[in-house]
């Protein structure tokens, strides 16, 4: 698709019920994003996302959409500590967690790394720009390549992962200048987040384009406001437990009563 110039959607998914449902909307690629740990577990960042939490959840996510592209995201130190025990846990994304793919936040420090991930049969997208996972070093989220230099060391990282053998790119919240940019030096296809509309695909949390969450970034406009279809429901359901008609079903007695009783 990219070659042939068609964007691609992506979204994140979390659960084999609803990446079901994308599958049959005609989403291209399902990304098993660390924001479970925001979204599922309800911490306030994304370092909080266990490894063994995440490969279970892409596998849920595979066996829901066996036919899409799902794409497991590599949590906070499951990579940073050593090569070894870095490629141990991506080959876990493919065997336990049946991912077709591996994503981790990097810069051209960890070329070598996905090099060896390459070399071992294992797919990585390179995921440059704005790292979640470094909110504790940035002080908070924060936008990349908003300067000439900022941008040139992400265009650096992105060009950096390719030549290791990266087969996907992810940039996220960047200038699209610095995304047309990537394309421009790169040949492998790009998914932005928050990076303009130039990128060969683009990705949004699930939860955000639904209107499921309490904030969303400028980029995540929602399409539906599922939150307030959710409440509306909870409340008629709560309303009906309340007159006793949770339910207009019935399972009949085979025997009365009493014949039970004297059984």
Not at 34 to 56: R, Y
Request: net charge negative; proline share 5%; aromatic share 4%.
């Amino acid at each position: 698709m990219a070659s042939a110039a068609e964007p691609f959607a992506c979204l994140t998914c979390y659960d084999a019920t609803t990446a079901r449902w994308l599958e049959r909307g005609g989403v291209h690629v399902l990304l098993v994003g660390d924001t479970a740990a925001e979204i599922v577990l309800g911490h306030d960042s994304t370092i909080h996302m266990p490894l063994d939490f995440a490969i279970q959840l892409t596998a849920g996510v595979k066996r829901g959409a066996p036919n899409t592209l799902v794409m497991g995201d590599m949590p906070f130190m499951s990579y940073q500590a050593g090569a070894d025990n870095a490629l141990q846990n991506a080959g876990r994304f493919l065997t336990d967690g049946l991912a077709d793919i591996v994503k981790l936040e990097a810069d051209s420090s960890f070329a070598p790394l996905v090099d060896r991930m390459t070399h071992a049969g294992i797919p990585v997208c390179g995921h440059v720009g704005a790292k979640p996972q470094h909110v504790r070093a940035t002080s908070g989220y924060a936008s990349a390549g908003r300067t000439p230099e900022s941008a040139r060391r992400v265009i650096d990282d992105a060009v950096s992962l390719e030549q290791a053998g990266a087969v996907m790119l992810l940039v996220e919240a960047v200038p699209p200048e610095v995304a047309e940019e990537i394309i421009k030096r790169t040949t492998v296809p790009l998914i932005g987040i928050g990076a303009g509309p130039a990128c060969h695909g683009q990705i949004l949390v699930l939860q955000d384009l639904l209107g499921m969450t309490h904030w969303q970034p400028g980029f995540a406009s929602p399409l539906a406001h599922l939150g307030n279809d959710i409440e509306a429901t909870t409340r008629k359901w709560v309303q009906r437990v309340a007159g006793r008609k949770a339910s207009d079903h019935r399972f009949e007695m085979k025997a009365t009563v009493s014949d039970a009783a004297r059984t």
